[in-house]
């Protein structure tokens, strides 16, 4: 069975970083493109960044410069480095590898002074 956990979230005053992680328990992690999405309060989930699984990576424009997505096949792992933090920034942060039904629970992350 396929499970994804991810951590890192939290409170962070604006300017601020976290460090996202998703671990997925998966045989298969390291032939699929793995992305990041989120999704604000009352709004729908959106798509991030993906690391593919040839290590080339893509971001919506709206975190170009500041977020930063890496993979560690050996490890089973996504990671998101966000820096310099927005309050636009608020939401639950999900992983998901593309083109398939597995998704996490998420971890939060709330960008306020």
């Known amino acids: 069975q396929v499970q994804l956990v991810e951590s890192g979230g939290g409170l962070v005053q604006p300017g601020g970083s976290l460090r996202l992680s998703c671990v997925i328990s998966?045989?298969?992690?390291?032939?699929?493109?793995v992305a990041w999405y989120r999704q604000a309060p009352g709004k729908e989930r959106h798509w991030v960044a993906v690391a593919d699984r040839t290590g080339n990576r893509r971001y919506v424009d709206d975190v170009k410069g500041r977020f930063t997505v890496t993979r560690d096949n050996a490890k089973n792992t996504v990671y998101l480095q966000m820096d310099n933090l927005e309050p636009e920034d608020t939401a639950v942060y999900y992983c998901?590898?593309?083109?398939?039904?597995?998704w996490g629970q998420g971890t939060q992350v709330t960008v306020s002074s």
């Open positions: 998901h590898p593309e083109f398939t039904t597995y």
């Open positions: 998966w045989r298969d992690f390291s032939v699929y493109d």
